[in-house]
């Protein structure tokens, strides 16, 4: 069998796993965040933090449970790392340094997973368990907790009116932050992460506490590597889109992705949230059609992405590559070039960031197409949560466009888009451009920063654009050639990753509000059909029209000018 056919029965067997994972998950999940009960665990939490979880929230008081729980958790993570030294379980390693140690709290709990660290040389026990794992969950249940409230937002039984004087108002309520996000926790991912682990650990995956004990000779010298719970976090780390490896080397390594079923098993879990999230926002909306459209959407730019990653990787120039039969520096020869472009196309489309090949190998295009599905907004299907929201303010351009097409206001699930609406989706989308264009020309400009790169040119420049893309988009992986372990990048990186995660937080549950107070429009003949084909061509062709008018300069000095050359 060929490589290229390899490649194309791999992403054919995907594509079926995850078709049959998308009615029953996307309908469970419509069921946990509608539900009025409560398991007996959850009420012991929320007897615990003190929460109600029975009480609606409008848009403010949502956004600021999210940011108090999330600034908690960056200090606790924080703090648990500078503390290391005297903890037990260390292995012997020392506390993190301070800078580091912010970056990485910023990197856990806003989802990104960005690591400027070797993990099996800095990280103990109770850090990796107590404080990176946990924060893989409750990180990944505060995305699908926005996601929800979006959804809420649009649905007609959200929108509920209460009575003031006689007078029926809008309440603009959300539902309960509190209740999401633990919901989010006991019923979908501790679930899935744990029969995910189980899998791994029986196809060899990595599951003790054991010290750091000597593997062999390597190149002459010792080989030594340190146990840990690889399997218990690999499951959350891909099935919450966060994508922090336990080992320095990610998914290329054999003790945390063993074979080329686990490599392919860690795909689907990447996917398999945020792709039946889509059911999820149909069912709650009353339209299960409106959510096919929005999976179309989806499953046509990562195909077309896919197909593209391949064509790069597969036709590429030179004897040497073709007489191997594909691009294959920098990628593990257990999982070959097909099996690799799946992998690096699914974790810059998701906000997973986790890798199983260097990106900074592949060719010049192909390292452009990892970089691009960033640039997307990572949408397609993005984060567990962030992606559907961040499609469905995409969604909203798209009406808004179409609008102004024919001359109508533009409408979107019943709910008018107005000046103010338009203006919360135009600041969502202009946050991560903004974070990523003018911290890579900083870091190009200052002389300090550019020390860092260990290449000149085209490629040297790709690397400090895809760091701060990869930041400002909460992804986390790496273009590798970067040294990043600098307070430059450290303290810049962080800050990217805190205000590209939460200011568009702080847009989308705006919006949130701002639809649920409105009263529903009634659909009439000269209603744009938003479940159609026609538009889902049109929020494809939005989206790529925004984002090459937006990337397209940097693009062109980046992996575009080195594909060129090549």
Known sequence: MGPVLAGVLQLLALVGALALAHLPLGTYMARVYSSDTHWRVEKWIYR??????????????????????????????????????????????????????????????????????????????????AGLAVQNFVSAAVGIAVAVALVRGFALPHSRLRSSGGTPIRTGELGNFWADLVRGVTRVLLPGAFVAAIVLVACGVLQNFSGIHEVGQFLGGPQQWNGGAVASQEAIKELGTNGGGYFNANSAHPFENPTPFTNLFEIFLILVIPFALTRTFGIMVGSVRQGYAILATMVTIWLGFTALMMWTEFA??????????????????????????????????????AVDSFHSSFTGLGGGITLLGMMLGEIAPGGT??????????????????????????????????????????????????????????????????HSMTNSGAHGFSEILYAYTSAANNNGSAFAGLNADTQWFNSTLGIAMLLGRFLPMVFVLALAG?????????????????????????????????????????????????????
């Not at 449970?65 to 005297?86: E, I, K, N, P, T």
């Not at 039969?325 to 699914?346: C, D, L, M, N, T």
């Not at 995409?394 to 409408?411: C, K, N, Y």
């Not at 938003?530 to 940097?554: D, H, M, N, Q, S």
Request: proline share 6%.
């Open 48 to 129: 615990g933090i003190g929460a109600d979880p029975d009480t609606e929230m409008r848009w403010p008081a949502y956004l600021r449970g999210v940011l108090a729980f999330s600034a908690v958790g960056v200090l606790f993570l924080y703090l648990l790392q500078r503390l290391q030294g005297v903890l037990p379980g260390s292995l012997g390693f020392a506390s993190i340094d301070p800078d580091q140690a912010f970056n990485t709290a910023v990197s856990f709990v806003t989802n990104t997973n960005w690591q400027s660290y070797y993990g099996e040389q800095a990280m103990g026990h109770v850090v990796q368990t």
């Open 316 to 353: 590429h120039h030179g004897p040497a590559l073709q007489l191997a039969g594909g691009a294959y520096e920098g990628k593990e020869v257990r999982f070959g070039v097909g099996s690799s472009s799946i992998f690096a196309v699914a974790t810059t489309l998701t906000s997973t960031g």
């Open 385 to 450: 949560g962030s992606g559907l929201y961040g499609m469905l303010i995409m969604a909203v351009i798209a009406v808004f466009i179409a609008g102004l097409m024919v001359g109508r206001t533009p409408e979107y699930l019943g709910r008018k888009i107005g000046t103010r609406e338009i203006k919360l989706a135009a600041c969502y989308l202009l946050v991560t451009p903004t974070l990523v264009l003018v911290l890579a020309a900083a870091a190009m400009a200052l002389p300090t920063p550019a």
């Open 514 to 566: 701002s639809l649920a107070e409105q009263r529903p429009v009634p659909v009439t003949a000269g209603t744009l059909r938003t479940e159609k084909p026609l538009f889902t061509g049109l929020l494809v062709g939005t989206i790529l029209i925004i984002t090459g008018l937006t990337y397209f300069p940097a693009l062109a000095l980046g992996p575009l000018a080195e594909g060129l050359a090549s």
